[in-house]
């Protein structure tokens, strides 16, 4: 299955303009859509997800038209929402039962298993009875995806799902994901680079509403090869360096910043080459300067 | 599927201290009002048994005006909760059915609200066997008086009262809308006790009461009593009617 998206577009009533003219065509996997917050991702996560009506374009998910066919896509999904909240007083068991049911998951006997199961998967069996509302962020994440496993869709959206995760929540949360394999179409959405390095076989950079980049993620860092320089200079220096290259960004490393900037020549002396990672590529590109 | 979902809220809410709180209420209250002078809910008992099948069902009829407040509070939640604790993007992403959704909601939340009018029940039976009541004013249980206030008070008034205020809720999901609907429905209630000052206006006061007090008062102010309390199950029935077409105009929206 393959989901298309051609043209979308989206303005809010303030004037702010969420997706200018998106097309994208996103293949089975682990496809990352990335861009700085504001960027217009959520608006395109609840839109494919039927939450949420386009002014124009179209979206197609296999022969379902995504944008009138709301049930049908339905059907097929699994979403993890940026933020979400939970019922007080109601355990992470009854609530994962509950959603198997509207789901459509027939028999109880049926969902009880599943649920079981897909607790055990997210690793949370142990708290299968605490009440949601007193999980950790971490506990919650892995609840949100148990919710949207559930069913075994065959689109999985998952939306800025590691933002605020230790880095072993977040090493979890991985394996969780690339557990669910190439078989269906999975499209994560973060501001998160490393997200992206880590899982995905395809991307998208999205910034105010535009698609800046689509391809996969190996290509568009060779793209950077032999242009990116890195060398590490005073404080007071930094102005001065903004002002005469195209500095991709500074980092503070031990107290000093560190400077990658974009050069086809090699700058001054004192910088060395530097290798590009997906970093580099995503500053440079949301800067437009390639 | 509608079952389930009605079962889930009405779970939710069993679960809640806040229902148990409002049946411990009433039933503190119509304990102290059974059991003593000194609490009076509604007109005086006078001098009829203090567990006679009138002031039972009386009772029924007026503690709505009571929970109408709580019962706005529960179905106001079961309305908008997916809104007010931000699960509604998981909710509403699921190819569940609105309208199953929104009468399981509705079941569930109004079985619930039926629950804290029980309190009636338990503190006429509590107040029988305190050691302080004169035993020559209460009768024996009489418990088809307690199935009559439960089924032709508190179930189809609550019933009405939670299908108008689960519409403002749907429409609106605005809490303050919602309590403003509850605040007419009282009005309702004091428009009809106005008019039932006049004689010749005594049916339509009647038929007015959203909560039927004033059908129950009349049916049972002077003998023919059988008659009568037909016309309080009238009433009850009409009440019935109209929360239906509230609730079939919630399910169209």
Same mark, same amino acid.
């Given at each position: ?8 577009? %989206? ?47 179209? @979206? ?24 979400? /909240? ?13 959603? @198997? ?5 027939? /028999?109880?006997?049926?969902? %009880?298993?599943?649920? /079981? ?113 890195? #060398? ?13 290259? #195209? ?44 | ?18 229902? !148990? ?24 008992? $006078? ?14 009829? &007026? ?44 079941? $569930? ?33 009489? !418990? ?31 809490? &303050? ?34 909560? =039927?007090?004033?059908?129950? =008062?009349? =049916?049972?102010?002077? $003998? ?30």
């Amino acid at each position: 299955m393959e989901l298309t998206i051609s043209g979308l577009s %989206k303005t809010y009533a303030n004037g702010v303009k969420a997706l200018d003219n998106v097309s994208l065509t996103i293949p089975n996997g682990m496809y990352g859509l990335l861009g700085p917050n504001g960027a217009g991702k959520s608006t395109l996560m609840r839109t494919i997800a039927t939450l949420q009506e386009a002014d124009s374009g179209s @979206a197609q998910l296999g022969t379902i038209d995504v944008l009138k066919q709301k049930d049908d896509v339905r059907k097929l999904l699994g979403y993890l929402p940026q933020e979400f /909240g939970v019922y007080p007083r109601i355990s992470a068991q009854d609530m994962l039962e509950h959603l @198997a049911l509207l789901k459509g998951i027939g /028999g109880s006997s049926q969902r %009880k298993e599943l649920v /079981g199961a897909m607790l055990k998967r997210c690793n949370l069996h142990d708290v299968r009875k605490k009440s949601l509302s007193s999980y950790s962020g971490g506990m919650r994440q892995r609840f949100g995806i148990a919710q949207a496993l559930i069913g075994n869709p065959k689109l999985l959206i998952v939306d800025e799902p590691t933002a605020g995760l230790d880095p072993g929540e977040r090493n979890r949360f991985y394996n969780l994901l690339a557990e669910v394999g190439e078989q269906v179409i999975v499209i994560l959405s973060t501001h998160i680079v490393e997200d992206v390095t880590d899982l995905c076989t395809k991307m998208a950079i999205i910034h105010e509403g535009r698609v800046l980049y689509e391809g996969r993620p190996d290509d568009a860092v060779a793209e950077l090869n032999g242009r990116v320089w890195q #060398r590490s200079i005073d404080k007071s220096e930094l102005s001065n360096y903004e002002g005469r290259y #195209r500095v991709i960004s500074n980092r503070l490393v031990a107290g000093h910043p560190h400077l990658h900037v974009l050069s086809v020549t090699p700058p001054e002396d004192g910088f060395s080459p530097s290798s590009p990672d997906l970093e580099d590529v995503f500053f440079t590109r949301i800067r437009g300067w390639n | 599927m509608i079952l389930h979902i009605a079962w889930f809220e009405l779970r939710y809410w069993l679960r809640s201290w806040m229902l !148990w709180i409002f049946t411990l209420i009433i039933a503190v209250l119509i304990f102290g009002a059974t059991s003593s002078d000194q609490v009076q809910i509604g007109s005086s008992l $006078g001098n009829t048994y203090r567990n006679a099948p009138y002031v039972i069902e009386n009772y029924y009829a &007026i503690v709505s005006l009571l929970t109408l407040l709580m019962v706005t509070a529960f179905i106001n939640s079961a309305a908008a909760r997916d809104f007010s604790y931000n699960t509604y993007q998981i909710v509403f992403a699921t190819p569940m059915r609105r309208r199953d959704f929104l009468l399981g909601r509705f079941a $569930g939340a109004t079985t619930a609200s039926v629950i804290p009018m029980l309190g009636i029940s338990i503190g006429i039976l509590l107040a029988k066997y305190m050691p302080w009541v004169e035993p020559d004013r209460w009768e024996r249980v009489i !418990w088809a008086a307690h199935l009559n206030g439960i089924l032709v008070f508190a179930i189809p008034n609550t019933f009405f009262m939670a299908a108008i205020l689960f519409t403002i809720a749907v429409l609106a999901r605005n809490e &303050i809308v919602s309590f403003i609907g509850a605040l007419l429905l009282l009005t309702a209630y004091g428009v009809s006790d106005a008019l039932l000052s006049d004689i010749e206006r005594e049916r339509i006061a009647a038929l007015l009461d959203p909560f =039927a007090a004033r059908t129950f =008062a009349l =049916a049972t102010n002077i $003998g023919r009593s059988l008659k009568r309390t037909g016309s309080a199950r009238a009433s009850a029935d009409c009440s019935c009617g109209t929360g239906c077409c509230g609730l079939a105009l919630a399910s169209l929206s």
